[in-house]
């Protein structure tokens, strides 16, 4: 149930094309949704992330549609540039371990990341 | 601010010795993450750290993997004795309680021959 499903694994747009990554999970207690992106050579950054409250969360070209009865969430890159090229990771922040620590910075769940290369 | 700061930034090291990597969060961040990334298993959690105590270790794969935080500015991961197949990046990350966000660090890339 600790698990985040992750997919494509990798994923070729063009030049101004949608970029879409999907993401699902079993565990309904999940809280929180975050999407990092990583590019070469560096840390994972956050990207965007949203509440299992909310349906769907825009930030510029970078949208999460969160489906919670289908417990599954995707990333969408309008207008997609060869910037974008990176990898993106989906996650989802665990439940508190039982008699564990339970505050806002829990561990979080990660998927396998999916590897976007947009061509000019 | 200086974001976090990890040291080595590369390690090359023969099979059987002991490595240290060196990991300084973002000051006023009271979670630390130690992660692994490799190509066959992606992003993989070690352990993490909440107010210096280790919150949940379950991700450390064997007893050569030891980490401490002896304090709020400062922690390490160790590897006694290292073998080829923990070559890898090993990022350190840091977040508060306030803003769940993980910050990481630009990573230590690990090769152990």
């Known amino acids: 149930q600790q698990q985040v499903k992750q997919s494509p694994q990798s994923l070729i747009v063009q030049k101004g094309g949608i970029s879409i990554i999907n993401c699902a999970y079993e565990?309904?207690?999940?809280?929180?949704f975050p999407w990092y992106q990583q590019f070469p050579g560096k840390g994972p950054a956050l990207l965007i992330a949203i509440r299992p409250d909310v349906s769907e969360k825009k930030e510029g070209r970078f949208t999460i549609s969160f489906n919670k009865s289908a417990k599954q969430f995707s990333l969408h890159i309008m207008d997609s540039q060869p910037g974008d090229s990176a990898t993106y990771f989906c996650?989802?922040?665990?439940?508190?371990?039982?008699?564990?620590?339970?505050?806002?910075?829990?561990?979080?769940?990660w998927g396998l990341g999916t590897s976007l290369a947009v061509n000019p | 601010d200086a974001g976090v700061i990890q040291s080595p930034r590369h390690e090359v090291t023969e099979m059987g010795q002991e490595v240290t990597l060196r990991c300084k969060p973002i000051s006023g961040h009271n979670s630390l993450f130690w992660y692994r990334q490799t190509m066959m298993r992606g992003l993989e959690l070690l352990i993490y750290?909440?107010?210096?105590?280790?919150?949940?270790d379950s991700g450390m794969p064997e007893d050569r993997f030891s980490a401490k935080m002896p304090n709020a500015s400062f922690s390490t991961l160790k590897i006694q004795p290292s073998e080829p197949r923990d070559s890898a990046v090993y990022f350190c990350?840091?977040?508060?309680?306030?803003?769940?966000?993980?910050?990481f660090g630009p990573g230590t890339r690990l090769t152990v021959t």
């Open positions: 565990n309904t207690a999940f809280d929180y």
């Open positions: 750290f909440n107010n210096n105590v280790p919150i949940d």
């Open positions: 996650a989802a922040r665990s439940t508190p371990l039982l008699g564990r620590y339970a505050g806002n910075n829990r561990k979080l769940i």
């Open positions: 990350a840091s977040s508060s309680t306030q803003h769940y966000e993980q910050y």
